[in-house]
Every structure is written in C-alpha cells, then in structure tokens.
C-alpha cells in the first residue's frame, strides 16, 4: 500500500478519496462529487471521544491509522498521560486518528478488547490491531510505537 496519501471519504457522497499528503492544504476535492473534502474531519488535532455505540465506525471501519486511549477519570496514570496523547494528537494531525473511550461509561467495548488495566492503547491500521500498549509511557517512547502506523 503507498503511504504517500491518505482515504478520506466525501461527507456529501460517501465516496472514498485517496488524497496526497503533500496536497493536502490544497483544497481537495472529491472524485466523485467535486465536493470539497475536509481532512480535518477525518484526522483531528484533539483526539475524539467514542463510545459503544460508535467504536467500530471511528476505528474499525476508518481506513487509516488510529490509536486508541482506554481511559477513566478515577486513574491517576491515565490523567498523566491525557496532556501527552493531546499533543500527539496534534503533532500527526492528517497521519493518524486519536480517539479515546472512557472505559467506566463503555464497558462492553473494553470488555470486547480484554481491557483489564488502565491505560491501554491500542494501536490500529487499516481496521486491525497491530499493537497494545498497557500502562503509562514517555513521551519519546510512546512517539516512538506510533512511528509504526506511519
């Protein structure tokens, strides 16, 4: 697969666009549609919170990189980590999608992905799990496991 661009899917059509990295700031419009396509939508800079309802549709059926933040208020680790995912977040804003699940209010998605300590981030290209990382992490190392989805 050629990591040169991104699928970003048309908000109007739902057709799948395939749009370069380096054009990415150039209005891209849609194959299809001739809609204009954001891609801001699609890789935010803040990570983007989901839920039971709605997992599968941000991460298993996004057909990008994403990595995602099993959290809860109550952990200490976790709340160390926010500020760390949050600028990450933004610095691959348009390579790969940051979400995170508040585990105490989603509990049959942590189930479903054997969350059993916090925080756990799991990793994800293409739909599919590529890595797990249980406990807290610098932010070197932690930059380091995303170098992977790049």
């Known amino acids: 697969m050629n990591e040169d661009f991104i699928i970003v899917p048309c908000e109007k059509c739902g ?3 395939r749009v370069p990295r380096a054009r990415l ?47 809860a208020s109550w952990c200490g680790y976790c709340r160390t980590l926010m500020p760390v995912i949050n600028d990450l977040a933004g610095k691959y804003a348009g390579k790969i999608k940051f979400v995170r699940i508040q585990t105490d209010n989603n509990q049959a998605t942590a189930s479903r992905h054997d969350v059993l300590s916090l925080p756990t981030l799991l990793l994800y290209k293409n739909g599919r799990q590529v890595n797990r990382i249980v406990g807290s992490l610098p932010h070197n190392q932690l930059e380091y496991q995303l170098s992977g989805l790049l």
């Open 15 to 17: 057709a799948r666009n």
């Open 25 to 71: 700031n150039d209005a891209p419009r849609c194959g299809r549609c001739h809609a204009s396509i954001s891609v801001s939508a699609v890789y935010s800079p803040h990570p983007v919170d989901v839920t039971d309802r709605d997992f599968d549709k941000e991460v298993i059926d996004f057909p990008g990189s994403v990595l995602v933040f099993f959290w």
